[in-house]
């Protein structure tokens, strides 16, 4: 008689609300626009070993994952925390520099988009999030809501400067101010 035993994978359970629903949010944001950027192209698809000509990637990658996938589970509420997500994110990171030699592109890519990611969580974490991503129509309609509950709209334009002179200072980055946040 054969026994089968039903493990979960790791990451999936089924829908529940976020402890912080909002923050996972604004780190999904943050994901999107990480996405978005051209260094994260590798980063998007799992490693097939065979198109990609490495046989032995997951002798090395015990757990692979990409970003299309994270975004996949997060749209797909598994998530409960933003720990979570930020462990598969660093996961994607610590892949890439494990299986690619160091000073290699990829080893580079991974490094500054984990810097990147690192530093916008932070911001967020700490409720400075201002300028860290684009403004997408939802995030414009968040923008005015905050400024009819209490920040005017020159308190906004003040936080966003100071964002992105955060982010210049770090170091130059694919992350833009978006013109539709100007008119602030």
């Given at each position: 008689?054969?026994?089968?035993?039903?493990?979960?994978?790791?990451?999936?359970?089924?829908?529940?609300?976020?402890?912080?629903?909002?923050?996972?949010?604004?780190?999904?944001?943050?994901?999107?626009?990480?996405?978005?950027?051209?260094?994260?192209?590798?980063?998007?698809?799992?490693?097939?070993?065979?198109?990609?000509?490495?046989?032995?990637?997951?002798?090395?990658?015990?757990?692979?994952?990409?970003l299309r996938m994270v975004k996949?589970?997060?749209?797909?509420?598994?998530?409960?925390?933003?720990?979570?997500?930020?462990?598969?994110?660093?996961?994607?990171?610590?892949?890439?520099?494990?299986?690619?030699?160091?000073?290699?592109?990829?080893?580079?890519?991974?490094?500054?988009?984990?810097?990147?990611?690192?530093?916008?969580?932070?911001?967020?974490?700490?409720?400075?999030?201002?300028?860290?991503?684009?403004?997408?129509?939802?995030?414009?309609?968040?923008?005015?809501?905050?400024?009819?509950?209490?920040?005017?709209?020159?308190?906004?334009?003040?936080?966003?400067?100071?964002?992105?002179?955060?982010?210049?200072?770090?170091?130059?980055?694919?992350?833009?101010?978006?013109?539709?946040?100007?008119?602030?």
């Amino acid at each position: 008689m054969l026994w089968l035993a039903l493990v979960p994978v790791q990451g999936a359970r089924p829908s529940v609300k976020p402890i912080n629903a909002s923050l996972l949010e604004q780190a999904g944001e943050v994901l999107d626009h990480i996405m978005q950027l051209k260094k994260a192209e590798p980063f998007l698809e799992l490693v097939d070993p065979v198109r990609d000509g490495v046989p032995h990637y997951h002798e090395i990658v015990k757990i692979p994952v990409c970003l299309r996938m994270v975004k996949t589970r997060l749209t797909g509420g598994m998530y409960v925390s933003v720990e979570e997500l930020q462990r598969d994110i660093r996961l994607v990171w610590s892949n890439a520099m494990l299986f690619n030699q160091d000073g290699s592109y990829i080893f580079k890519a991974a490094e500054d988009l984990s810097s990147k990611f690192e530093h916008a969580m932070e911001q967020l974490q700490s409720g400075s999030s201002a300028g860290l991503v684009p403004a997408s129509p939802r995030n414009r309609e968040r923008s005015s809501a905050r400024s009819t509950s209490g920040a005017t709209p020159e308190t906004l334009r003040r936080t966003l400067s100071a964002g992105m002179r955060m982010l210049k200072r770090h170091e130059k980055t694919d992350f833009v101010l978006d013109e539709s946040l100007r008119e602030l």
